[in-house]
Structures are given as C-alpha cells and as structure tokens.
Nanobody, 122 residues
Framework: QVQLVESGGALVQPGGSLRLSCTGS????????IGWFRQAPGKEREGLSYSSFSGDSTYHADFVKGRFTMSRDNAKNTVYLQMNNLKPEDTGVYFCAAATVRTLVERFYNYWGQGTQVTVSS
C-alpha cells in the first residue's frame, strides 16, 4: 500500500523551529519529487517547497525562502522540512506529496499524506 505519513507538527512559539518528517511506505521516495504544502485556517492550500528526487535541487516559495529548507534521508525513506524563525502566519496543516515532475502545482502530485498540524503562537 502506497502511503505518505507526515509527523513533527506541534505548538511552537514565534521565532521557534520545527522539523517535519514525511515518510513513505510502499514506494521509494527517492524516485519522486517531494513537495510540502500547507493549509491555513480558512484558506486554500498553498505550495511551499519541493525537492527533486535526487535531492540536488530544491525550490522554496518566496514567503518561506531563507527560513525553510528540505533534506532527504533515503535510507529512512524520509524527506524533511526544517522550518526556522516561525511566524504566526505559518500556522496550518502541513502536507507532503509526491510527484514525477518538479512543480508546486497540486494536480501533478500523485500521492498525499494526511497532514500534520503546526501552530505558531505565544
């Protein structure tokens, strides 16, 4: 069964950091480009970042550039999203997804996780 599972979401204070994990089962993540998306309360889901299947290329949306980074651990079949200097507007449900192309356009993503909640608040 093909599955993506996110973890690492939590309540964190502004300026804090979190590392989200996206672990795959039933397929190898290093054969897919992996994207991270989030959905803030009352808003549509938006794309944040993606990593190429090899991990040698990453892209970050302007509003997270310089604060968020991605990395991979192929041995664990896991992709990470390191989030630093978190702001209250980063609050939302964070999803990872797998695609065969380098894009943040959702319709190109074949597999999705169920999401993990990140809340940034003092």
């Amino acid at each position: 069964q093909v599955q993506l599972v996110e973890s690492g979401g939590a309540l964190v204070q502004p300026g804090g950091s979190l590392r989200l994990s996206c672990t795959g089962s039933g397929f190898a993540l290093d054969r897919y480009n992996i994207g991270w998306f989030r959905q803030a309360p009352g808003k549509e889901r938006e794309g944040l970042s993606y990593s190429s299947f090899s991990g040698d290329s990453t892209y970050h949306a302007d509003f997270v550039k310089g604060r968020f980074t991605m990395s991979r651990d192929n041995a664990k079949n896991t992709v990470y999203l390191q989030m630093n200097n978190l702001k209250p507007e980063d609050t939302g449900v964070y999803f990872c997804a797998a695609a065969t192309v380098r894009t943040l356009v959702e319709r190109f993503y074949n597999y999705w996780g169920q999401g993990t909640q990140v809340t940034v608040s003092s």
